[in-house]
């Protein structure tokens, strides 16, 4: 006799509680669960950190905690388990808000006809019912989802999509096995440094340079100052220089425990074509493993993209535990907030 399966879908708004149910089932998708998992993870060490500086006045105080700041789990029970089958996070930034990033447990939802859309049904009226449409200008995830999911929110909330994808691109991993070093080092006249208060000008600049290449989220001069100053102050930004001018950038974000990310790869266009940015990448990356004892670095590369080629010389590739392809899908109408 099968076993009567049923889905239930939880609601989290406390971070730190979030990460604990959801912990022991996520142990072997630690790269491509961290779009996910990487604000609460921050998010649980800030509020942490705030109950200390009530009686340290030196530490700085926590920031305020987004009210539509909440995740949802979906998981499949029967009478001997309960399997975690996908994560939906609904998360504000500095610079307002992250799209509506979807992960699934690879295997958990299989493609038969029907199942993968009753998932992404589920997850879509419980998500009108936290959080107001309009908000919901764009999802991103593995492919399969996200198609399940727009079609689904399009006719809940009458939000259509955008006519072609915001982004398309695949999740690659960089681990210390991975990791390919470079026999040659960095010229005299270049240094890879941490970026400093110094060249927030040169970074905002090259932020706003940067936001343009996506076309869906352009920055004012103001909006991408302030983007560089968080960056610099969070000590998440390096730059490449040479002969003292700032030619790439490179971000790490989206941090957790065992992972983090890299992005806003830029090069000014006078400074291309001459290895900078695969230099500082290849720093970059191997400083957060062998440094800030990171076990894993990701990244997302669009399919399209030819700089697929400097990371796979790096020693990014596709995970093997999970579909590698993401989407971003785009809501028209939609109040659209920035990442």
Same mark, same amino acid.
């Given at each position: 006799?099968?076993?009567?399966?049923?889905?239930? +879908?939880?609601?989290?708004?406390?971070?730190?509680?979030?990460?604990?149910?959801?912990?022991?089932?996520?142990?072997?998708?630690?790269?491509?669960?961290?779009?996910?998992?990487?604000?609460?993870?921050?998010?649980?060490?800030?509020?942490?950190?705030?109950?200390?500086?009530?009686?340290?006045?030196?530490?700085?105080p926590a920031p305020r905690v987004a009210a539509e700041n909440f995740w949802l789990t979906i998981w499949r029970s029967s009478d001997k388990?309960?399997?975690?089958?996908?994560?939906?996070?609904?998360?504000?930034?500095?610079?307002?808000?992250?799209? +509506?990033?979807?992960?699934?447990?690879?295997?958990?939802?299989?493609?038969?006809?029907?199942?993968?859309?009753?998932?992404?049904?589920?997850?879509?009226?419980?998500?009108?019912?936290?959080?107001?449409?309009?908000?919901?200008?764009?999802?991103? *995830?593995?492919?399969?989802?996200?198609?399940?999911?727009?079609?689904?929110?399009?006719?809940?909330?009458?939000?259509?999509?955008?006519?072609?994808?915001?982004?398309?691109?695949?999740?690659?991993?960089?681990?210390?096995?991975?990791?390919?070093?470079?026999?040659?080092? +960095?010229?005299?006249?270049? +240094?890879?440094?941490?970026?400093?208060?110094?060249?927030?000008?040169?970074?905002?600049?090259?932020?706003?340079?940067?936001?343009?290449?996506?076309?869906?989220?352009?920055?004012?001069?103001?909006?991408?100052?302030?983007?560089?100053?968080?960056?610099?102050?969070?000590?998440?930004?390096?730059?490449?220089?040479?002969?003292?001018?700032?030619?790439?950038?490179?971000?790490?974000?989206? &941090?957790?425990?065992?992972?983090?990310?890299?992005?806003?790869?830029?090069?000014?266009?006078?400074?291309?074509?001459?290895?900078?940015?695969?230099?500082?990448?290849?720093?970059?990356?191997?400083?957060?493993?062998?440094? &800030?004892?990171?076990?894993?670095?990701?990244?997302?590369?669009?399919?399209?993209?030819?700089?697929?080629?400097?990371?796979?010389?790096?020693?990014?590739?596709?995970?093997?535990?999970?579909?590698?392809?993401?989407? &971003?899908? *785009?809501?028209?109408?939609?109040?659209?907030?920035?990442?």
């Open positions: 006799m099968a076993l009567l399966q049923t889905t239930k +879908i939880l609601y989290h708004q406390d971070a730190s509680e979030f990460l604990s149910i959801v912990s022991p089932h996520i142990q072997q998708d630690k790269a491509s669960v961290n779009i996910v998992l990487a604000h609460a993870w921050r998010l649980s060490r800030t509020l942490s950190s705030s109950m200390q500086s009530q009686d340290d006045p030196r530490l700085e388990e309960r399997i975690l089958v996908a994560i939906l996070s609904s998360v504000c930034g500095e610079l307002g808000r992250y799209p +509506i990033f979807l992960w699934s447990k690879p295997g958990s939802v299989s493609q038969r006809a029907g199942e993968l859309e009753s998932v992404a049904k589920g997850i879509v009226v419980e998500l009108a019912s936290r959080l107001p449409p309009i908000h919901v200008f764009s999802v991103f *995830g593995g492919s399969s989802l996200v198609e399940a999911f727009a079609s689904a929110w399009s006719a809940q909330t009458g939000f259509k999509r955008a006519p072609s994808p915001y982004y398309h691109a695949t999740l690659a991993t960089c681990s210390r096995q991975t990791l390919v070093g470079s026999s040659q080092e +960095i010229p005299q006249t270049d +240094i890879i440094r941490i970026a400093e208060e110094k060249d927030v000008g040169m970074v905002a600049m090259m932020c706003g340079e940067f936001a343009k290449l996506s076309v869906h989220f352009p920055l004012s001069a103001d909006r991408a100052a302030l983007e560089a100053e968080r960056l610099i102050s969070h000590k998440q930004l390096y730059v490449y220089e040479h002969n003292k001018a700032i030619a790439s950038i490179c971000a790490v974000t989206r &941090e957790t425990q065992s992972v983090v990310a890299i992005t806003k790869v830029y090069t000014s266009p006078q400074f291309r074509k001459n290895g900078y940015a695969e230099r500082l990448v290849r720093y970059v990356t191997e400083r957060m493993l062998a440094n &800030e004892g990171k076990n894993i670095v990701v990244l997302y590369v669009g399919l399209k993209n030819s700089a697929r080629r400097v990371y796979e010389r790096i020693g990014f590739s596709p995970p093997i535990e999970s579909n590698a392809e993401v989407l &971003e899908v *785009g809501f028209v109408g939609t109040e659209k907030g920035h990442w």
